[in-house]
């Protein structure tokens, strides 16, 4: 496998990148994953990335086919068009129904529907442009899907052994991943609580092999921290606002504990979020600043021409287009609210507040991924600060109503959230590109395209999905009630809408904002809490996010972390023969070695759970879920369900290990002596100096 470090293809070549069939199957795979994902993400509330999946896909495609002379970027392209209609789904899905909830709409708009997502994505898009150079060469951020979407490119590419790994990963991430999601054999969640000297205590995990080499990949520095944004909100924070508020009744332990945080914690981790995102962009601005000026200058200070594989779109342009995509916000958003003083606010505030999410999201998805970047959480801090400046605005200078204040209030943060959900996906994208050797500006043309071909597609998508089943219980019912008064009319059974819950949140929270019952003192908690992080010297974005996101997401990410670690240090003692004092050169260049063939592995093991991912939305929206084919299929219990997971960890552990230099001491000593080592250097770290 060819080092990470340098690009796969070198500067100094230009293979083909942009070509005729590259847009034509990129548009194809693009409306698919666009339609795919808006379903499965308006059934059951989750979306899947696409990069992966696109990207085998792809190769299928040009190799199958037979076309003559397929360079890697070609595929890279490919998959950069079909991810971008994936990214927009998630931000228009999470928005724009809401529009449903509140009544505010009784059928999907679809003028409305594709400028929100035109401008969102096109405006995300833009400002990650203008971060590339910082998160992905300066701060050089982990971006696990960018790296295993290159390390199945690269796979594909040249065949061998990395060929071999991939299609076997590939083979064990599916099979699990049809188990587990399609057919139902195992929970994809265990989780339980129990009263302990006078408080509860919770415990559970996600049983996911893509989080788990999603952590694998990010290492356990990063996914320990994650874990500790968790263990500060479900073990701390909530027991302790139960004790003090008491719990919910009529309901188990595990239920309370979920009742608590969706409703009182989670806010808690918004209010981290965005403080944790406006220290990034301070602790940063010299590197923005110094981005931005190598990004608009046209070569190095010298007047040496950038190499090919530094060559963004212009940044005058993007700037420009930055510029016309605020006017054409503005001019939307006075035609949508009515108000020009609202829609100039509003244009303003999207101008800052796209640049600031951008930058959230694009670290988000360099630490966490694309697929758990939470866009919901984004969102709501979206429409906190929205709805401050339309409450301002709106009502206390204009006197608008409270109708036309929520509508105003969405209208303009679904722009926003758009561009947020866009801003992770691009950057995953580019870092694909960056360690494959890319010309950054035309992956750039790439990703407008499926932006294009997203915002086109979402629309009618939607206006579908509605009239067959209803989008959201709560639309379902108002349509009904409408159709109370026609003659003949065919009511539709609410029990099957789609659940759309981030669209219900959203709409309740719009409700709750201008009703009087906007949770601010959990935010503000949150925003300390991050103010004390800072003050630590410690991450505060990845310990925000773990503080948003359910424990359970985080236990699979730091497993993956501390594999990694192990491996790490096991292949270290190997070659040095002790742990006692700083690794050599050899060792560490061994250890790169070792894990690298191990986030080979763990990148087969998320695209075959994307790819199922795919698959069983494809057979909900053309038949049914897998797990009705057949009567006689039952769930495991929690602990079975354990077992099963466990099995296929332990089939990672010894892929990941395969590659661990020869040694005469067996893997248990290596594992205990790694453990003897972490207690010496924990016990040195708290003991008081002399």
């Known amino acids: ?48 990335s696409a990069s992966i999946p696109a990207a085998v896909m792809s190769m299928l495609i040009l190799r199958i086919g037979k076309f003559e002379d397929v360079s890697i970027l070609e595929n890279n392209a490919v998959q950069t068009m079909a991810s971008a209609g994936e990214s927009l789904a998630a931000g228009v899905i999470f928005t724009v129904p809401a529009l449903l909830v509140m009544g505010v709409w009784t059928e999907i708009q679809l003028v409305e529907t594709f400028i929100i997502a035109l401008l969102g994505g096109v405006l995300g898009t833009m400002f990650t442009i203008a971060l590339r150079r910082v998160f992905i060469v300066e701060e050089a951020l982990p971006y696990p899907e960018g790296v295993a979407c290159r390390e199945v490119l690269v796979a594909g590419e040249e065949g061998g052994s990395g060929l071999i790994a991939i299609v076997y990963a590939l083979i064990i991430g599916a099979l699990y991943g049809w188990f587990v999601k399609g057919f139902h054999i195992t929970k994809e969640l265990v989780q339980g609580a129990t009263s302990f000297f006078g408080t509860r205590l919770y415990a559970g995990s996600e049983l996911s092999l893509a989080l788990l080499s999603v952590g694998y990949i990010v290492g356990l520095r990063i996914a320990s921290f994650i874990f500790l944004g968790g263990v500060l909100g479900f073990m701390v924070l909530v027991p302790l606002y139960g004790m003090i508020n008491g719990w919910p009744a009529g309901v188990d ?15 808690v981790g918004v209010g981290a979020m965005v403080v944790g995102g406006v220290w990034t962009l301070i602790s940063m601005r010299d590197t923005i600043k110094t981005g931005f000026k190598k990004a608009l ?3 190095d200070e010298d007047g040496t021409p950038p190499l090919r594989t530094e060559m963004d779109l ?17 001019c939307f958003y006075w035609w949508a609210t009515g108000s020009l003083w609202l829609a100039l606010v509003g244009a303003l505030f999207l101008a800052v507040a796209a640049f600031f999410f951008s930058t959230v999201a694009g670290y988000i998805a360099g630490v966490l991924g694309s697929s758990n970047s939470p866009v919901s959480g984004m969102t709501i801090a979206t429409l906190m600060f929205t709805a401050g400046i339309v409450w301002v605005v709106g009502d ?22 758009v561009n947020a959900a866009i801003a992770g996906d691009v950057m995953q994208d580019l870092k694909t590109g960056h360690m494959l050797g890319a010309t950054p500006w035309k992956q750039q043309i790439a990703e407008i395209v499926g932006v294009l071909v997203g915002a086109i597609t979402i629309g009618p998508i939607l206006m579908l999905l509605h009239k067959a089943f209803q989008i959201t219980q709560t639309a379902c019912v108002a349509t009904n009630e409408r159709m109370r008064f026609t003659a003949d009319a065919e009511y539709y059974d609410c029990e099957d809408a789609l659940l759309a819950p981030q669209a219900e949140l959203i709409g309740a929270i719009i409700n709750g904002f201008f009703g009087g019952s906007f949770n601010l003192p959990m935010v503000l908690i949150g925003a300390a809490i991050a103010c004390i992080i800072i003050w630590k010297k410690m991450p ?38 002790d742990l006692s004092g700083e690794p050599s050169t050899e060792a560490k260049a061994e250890a790169k070695s070792v894990t690298d063939k191990g986030i080979l592995i763990g990148a087969g093991f998320i695209a075959g759970e994307s790819l199922m991912g ?4 494809f057979f909900i929206v053309t038949w049914k879920h897998p797990k009705d084919w057949f009567e006689v299929i039952g769930t495991l219990g929690q602990g079975l369900s354990i077992v099963f997971y466990l099995a296929f960890v332990a089939v990672f552990a010894f892929l990941a290990t395969r590659s661990l230099p ?29």
């Open 253 to 267: 332990m595990t239920t309370s504990f979920m009742i608590i945080w969706n409703e009182q914690i989670r806010y």
């Open 540 to 577: 505060v974005m990845a310990v925000a996010i773990g503080i948003y996101l359910p424990i359970y997401l985080s236990v699979p990410i730091v497993i993956g972390g501390l594999l990694h670690f192990f491996v790490t240090r096991i292949t270290h003692q190997r070659i040095d023969g």
């Open 396 to 417: 206390l200078l204009l006197g608008m109503s409270t109708a036309s204040l929520m509508t105003a209030t969405l209208i303009i943060a679904a722009v926003v959230a």
């Open 314 to 330: 212009p940044m005058d342009k993007v700037l420009l287009t930055c510029g016309i995509i605020t006017v054409l916000t503005f």
């Open 297 to 299: 200058s046209v070569g």
């Open 1 to 48: 496998m060819s080092s990470a470090a340098e690009p796969y293809i070198a500067a100094s070549e230009n293979p083909k990148e942009l070509t005729i069939r590259v847009f034509v199957i990129g548009i194809i795979l693009g409306a698919l994953m666009t339609a795919a994902n808006a379903y499965l993400g308006l059934k059951v509330g989750m979306t899947v």
């Open 662 to 690: 020869n040694s005469d001491r067996t893997i248990v000593a290596d594992i205990l002596s790694v453990l003897v080592d972490v207690g010496r250097r924990f016990t040195t770290a708290i003991m008081p100096p002399k």
């Open 614 to 617: 795919v698959a069983i939305a």
